[in-house]
């Protein structure tokens, strides 16, 4: 089985917007769609709520977009922007396109909207491309995700689980990572999900396309 360290997976989505033409928002919506078709397997009948905790990166992006998704099948989805993204990238453009359909929900109200232990709870606060442990209110959002986590709820990480360096499969030194029950990650699984300390944060790992070609397609790449 092929697998990507962090560096490769950059690599990846360089190459397909360089040679393959694809834009990154693009590869954003169809990476986000697959995961929202996931979730949908995951759900219970009748679907629960689903809240999305979005980071600032690219990861956030997903997040809303999933959220999105996951409205239009009829699902009820909140995301919470725990960062702003930055202006002028694909994050934002999907955080505009969540906030135009009144999905958005402070974090302060998230405890109180998602009580309902039924409530799935999607990690989408930082990718692959993080390389130290997350601090401020990312740290925060990671030890309540953890909290509910331990109590039963559901909780689905985006490509990794935050905190989780994504080369070694432990937490960046000094931090933790989300415990998720289950991963859905982009292209192809990461290098460190094969790492013992790597089980209790990864959960039950999916691989999601984005879109873009397969691995051994893409030229002088991963």
């Not at 956030?60 to 702003?84: F, I, M, N, P, W």
Request: with cysteine; aromatic share 4%; hydrophobic share 45%.
């Amino acid at each position: 089985m092929q697998t990507l360290t962090r560096s490769q997976a950059a690599e990846y989505d360089r190459q397909c917007s360089k040679h393959w033409a694809i834009p990154s928002l693009a590869l954003m919506a169809h990476a986000s769609a697959e995961c929202a078709l996931a979730v949908l397997r995951a759900l219970s009948s009748p679907a629960p709520r689903v809240l999305v905790l979005c980071g600032p990166g690219n990861n956030g992006g997903d997040g809303y977009a999933v959220a999105r998704a996951l409205h239009s099948h009829g699902v009820e989805t909140r995301a919470c922007a725990l960062l702003q993204p930055l202006p002028g990238g694909d994050a934002a453009v999907m955080y505009e396109a969540a906030r135009r359909l009144d999905l958005l929900l402070p974090w302060a109200a998230c405890d109180s909207w998602s009580a309902s232990p039924e409530c799935v709870l999607i990690d989408a606060l930082l990718g692959t491309g993080v390389s130290r442990a997350p601090d401020g209110v990312l740290a925060d959002a990671i030890r309540w995700l953890n909290t509910r986590s331990a109590a039963g709820a559901k909780v689905i990480a985006i490509d990794v689980p935050s905190g989780l360096d994504a080369d070694s499969g432990a937490p960046f030194a000094g931090g933790d990572a989300v415990c998720a029950s289950r991963t859905l990650t982009m292209v192809a699984m990461k290098s460190g999900f094969a790492a013992p300390s790597a089980r209790k944060f990864v959960g039950a790992a999916e691989v999601m396309s984005i879109g873009g070609p397969p691995l051994d397609r893409v030229p002088s790449a991963c």
